[in-house]
């Protein structure tokens, strides 16, 4: 009989050891898909904080549109009521005075705005200056001038 019981003790410790085995195995899968859990969450959080630094550029952006709006209501700025003309000046060799009266044409006031997309003003010689005044009908400056010229046609309502 004590035989039959060791036998049958050792068949009982074997199950028991077969149910830890695959109980321990268990755990280990359960480990490792929590790992790749883990791993695929902080993928995620990373790509929604870029997100959510991309939102909030957008909101910040969006803010400033409407402050914008709000201020060209102020102001009474109503598109319909402005007038756009394209002004391009080629790149061309003109007296000083004249460059003076081109530039001064475009001096944005209540009655236009004058949006530049390229400007040049330099001189023809490297050795003279932009600022240093020689005779005033020498044609001895580079100018070119391209932008938008925003005429105002009617005033706003009181």
Known sequence: MA????????????????????HAYSGVMAL????????????????????????????????????????????????????ERK??????????????ELLGATVSSAQSIFIPNAYELSVQNPQQGLFQPPGWNVRDVNFELSGTLHLLLEEAPQ
């Open 3 to 22: 035989r039959k019981l060791k036998i049958t003790l050792f068949s009982l410790l074997l199950a028991v050891l077969a149910a830890a085995v695959y």
């Open 32 to 83: 490792a898909d929590a790992g790749h859990a883990v791993a695929t969450a902080q993928r995620q959080i990373t790509s929604l904080d870029s997100r959510l630094d991309a939102l909030e550029q957008r909101k910040a952006y969006a803010d400033s549109v409407d402050t914008l709006l709000a201020r060209a209501r102020q102001l009474q700025l109503d598109g319909s009521r402005w007038s």
């Open 87 to 100: 002004i391009r000046f080629s790149r061309d060799s003109v007296s000083r005075e004249r460059a003076v």
